[in-house]
């Protein structure tokens, strides 16, 4: 399968600064890429879905000044948290969608675990 | 409303032990069906997938989904699990309104008794 890679893997930043998440699709055009978070022993939330060239589209109670999301390729897209708070802390996934050999397929990637001290 | 349900937070059971894993949707139309395992602190790693076709599917190590359109159901199971099978399991599916967003159900905990 395509394989999507996630930079940085880990992350521990200061309240109040920003913090940008790289997605990458590696062998796989992505026409949609999504974003999910993930807190301690709880499941997978869709925080907002962006299509190429386009603005994303985020789910309900997800504050879109606060997550920024950017798709520019279709191999790319970036979540940047602003100002990040504690309550930040999560473990953020992100996939990529697309047709491949006729089917629908998506990729995860490994997950960028975020620490806001 | 669509919506994906994972009945069970917790299940143990011991090795050796068949594995039955349940996962109700509730849609009008078949969606796409998915379960994934997810060790602690690690990423998704897909079991096995439904689209179409055969409603029993094979998975990747030794897991087996049978969906039942009568019980808008895809239930997950293993004949004989491993201790190596202790993770998070959640069901996921796609409905197609839904630009193609995949929806996580809350998860199910698998414990392994030795």
């Known amino acids: 399968g395509a394989v999507v890679s996630q930079h940085p893997s880990w992350v521990i930043c200061k309240s109040g600064t920003s913090v940008k998440i790289e997605c990458r699709s590696l062998d796989f055009q992505a026409t949609t890429m999504f974003w999910y978070r993930q807190f301690p022993k709880q499941s997978l939330m869709l925080m907002a879905t962006s299509n190429e060239g386009s603005k994303a589209t985020y789910e309900q109670g997800v504050e879109k000044d606060k997550f920024l999301i950017n798709h520019a390729s279709l191999t790319l897209s970036t979540l940047t948290v602003t100002s990040a708070h504690p309550e930040d802390s999560s473990f953020y996934i992100c996939?990529?969608?697309?047709?491949?050999?006729?089917?629908?397929?998506?990729?995860f990637g490994p997950g960028t675990r975020l620490t806001v001290t | 409303a669509q919506s994906v349900t994972q009945p069970d937070i917790h299940i143990t059971v011991s090795e050796g032990a068949s594995l039955e894993l349940r996962c109700n949707y509730s849609?009008?139309?078949?969606?796409?069906l998915f379960w994934y395992v997810q060790s602690p602190g690690q990423g998704l790693q897909l079991l096995l997938k439904?689209?179409?076709?055969?409603?029993l599917v094979q998975g990747i190590k030794g897991f087996e989904a049978e969906f039942k359109r009568s019980q808008s159901s895809f239930n997950l199971r293993k004949p004989s699990v491993h201790w190596s099978d202790a993770a998070e399991y959640f069901c996921?599916?796609?409905?197609?309104?839904?630009?193609?967003?995949?929806?996580f159900g809350s998860g199910t905990r698998l414990s392994i008794r030795p």
């Open positions: 849609y009008g139309a078949t969606p796409y």
């Open positions: 996939s990529a969608s697309g047709l491949a050999g006729g089917t629908y397929e998506q990729y």
């Open positions: 439904y689209f179409s076709g055969d409603t």
């Open positions: 996921a599916v796609v409905f197609y309104s839904s630009a193609s967003k995949i929806i």
